[in-house]
């Protein structure tokens, strides 16, 4: 499936996103699944989340500001997910920082997310090397992070992505990477992680390789379409979701891809 085509199933489709994500990101993952065309649901608490994961068309899970329930949260929704075959994608933010961060990130990983998004150094580190990122900050090169990416896919029969000025998407078998987007992205607080958000919405439509793709070629031509009208990062983060919203299939070109 064309990114053009996901796009279409996307508007056709809203699909249901359940987010459970961090609370710097809460507002513009919202925002910016619901710009894209498909309709988020911020529920976190143990209580209910085995009740509503089932029933939505893809679980994002975001680790950036964990606490013991909502780690239990996060167990909770993605066991509920994976047994009513719902698709889940896990985003191990900064999981390499502390010890407790890194045995949650290796704990959501084994209920066998069916995408795992992050920076490069993120990516390395998950896979068993060692990257050299600070916090929620990469240190490392998208290009450096492939083979680890591609090692990790393969091992636990997932997508992996990696964000950067040229993503890196792979299945280990697969690869794909996407151009295009602004400079000021990574300038926006928590805009990597509504990333994770849209591509659980296509996940919901989609098989999980080419969802993956068509949401990261979807954020990078609304970044370039927002890049235009924007002064700095607060400009850019009001013209972005203006950009994903006006955003029509026919604008996700196919040469934005390279696969390989």
Same mark, same amino acid.
């Given at each position: 499936m064309t990114p053009n085509k996901a796009f279409e199933a996307l508007r056709a489709k809203v699909p249901l996103v359940h987010c459970i994500t961090n609370y710097v990101a809460m507002n513009i993952a919202a925002n910016v699944t619901l710009a894209a065309g498909a309709s988020p649901a911020m529920i976190h608490a143990p209580e209910e989340v085995e009740d509503f994961a089932p029933i939505a068309g893809a679980l994002t899970i975001n680790i950036g500001t964990l606490s013991n329930p909502w780690v239990e949260s996060m167990k909770v929704a993605a066991g509920a997910a994976q047994a009513a075959s719902v698709p889940w994608v896990l985003d191990p933010v900064a999981h390499f920082a502390t010890p407790y961060r890194a045995n949650v990130a290796l704990g959501l990983l084994a209920l066998k997310p069916?995408?795992?998004?992050?920076? &490069?150094?993120?990516?390395?580190?998950?896979?068993?090397? %060692?990257?050299?990122?600070? =916090? %929620? !900050?990469?240190? !490392?090169?998208?290009?450096? &992070?492939?083979?680890?990416?591609?090692?990790?896919? %393969?091992?636990?029969?997932?997508?992996?992505?990696?964000? =950067?000025?040229?993503?890196?998407?792979? !299945?280990?078998?697969?690869? %794909?990477?996407?151009? =295009?987007?602004?400079?000021?992205?990574?300038?926006?607080? &928590?805009?990597?992680?509504?990333?994770? &958000?849209?591509?659980?919405?296509?996940?919901?439509v989609a098989p999980s390789l080419e969802a993956t793709v068509a949401a990261f070629v979807h954020f990078a031509a609304a970044g370039e379409r927002a890049a235009i009208h924007a002064n700095g990062p607060g400009s850019f983060s009001v013209a972005f979701l203006d950009a994903l919203s006006e955003l029509q299939p026919g604008d996700l070109a196919e040469a934005r891809v390279a696969w390989h």
């Amino acid at each position: 499936m064309t990114p053009n085509k996901a796009f279409e199933a996307l508007r056709a489709k809203v699909p249901l996103v359940h987010c459970i994500t961090n609370y710097v990101a809460m507002n513009i993952a919202a925002n910016v699944t619901l710009a894209a065309g498909a309709s988020p649901a911020m529920i976190h608490a143990p209580e209910e989340v085995e009740d509503f994961a089932p029933i939505a068309g893809a679980l994002t899970i975001n680790i950036g500001t964990l606490s013991n329930p909502w780690v239990e949260s996060m167990k909770v929704a993605a066991g509920a997910a994976q047994a009513a075959s719902v698709p889940w994608v896990l985003d191990p933010v900064a999981h390499f920082a502390t010890p407790y961060r890194a045995n949650v990130a290796l704990g959501l990983l084994a209920l066998k997310p069916n995408v795992v998004r992050g920076n &490069a150094s993120e990516i390395i580190a998950l896979g068993g090397g %060692a990257g050299s990122g600070k =916090g %929620a !900050d990469s240190g !490392d090169s998208v290009k450096g &992070a492939q083979s680890s990416a591609v090692d990790l896919a %393969a091992r636990q029969g997932c997508i992996v992505a990696v964000s =950067g000025p040229v993503d890196f998407i792979t !299945d280990g078998t697969r690869s %794909a990477s996407i151009t =295009g987007g602004s400079e000021i992205m990574p300038k926006v607080t &928590a805009l990597g992680c509504s990333l994770t &958000a849209l591509v659980g919405a296509y996940t919901a439509v989609a098989p999980s390789l080419e969802a993956t793709v068509a949401a990261f070629v979807h954020f990078a031509a609304a970044g370039e379409r927002a890049a235009i009208h924007a002064n700095g990062p607060g400009s850019f983060s009001v013209a972005f979701l203006d950009a994903l919203s006006e955003l029509q299939p026919g604008d996700l070109a196919e040469a934005r891809v390279a696969w390989h």
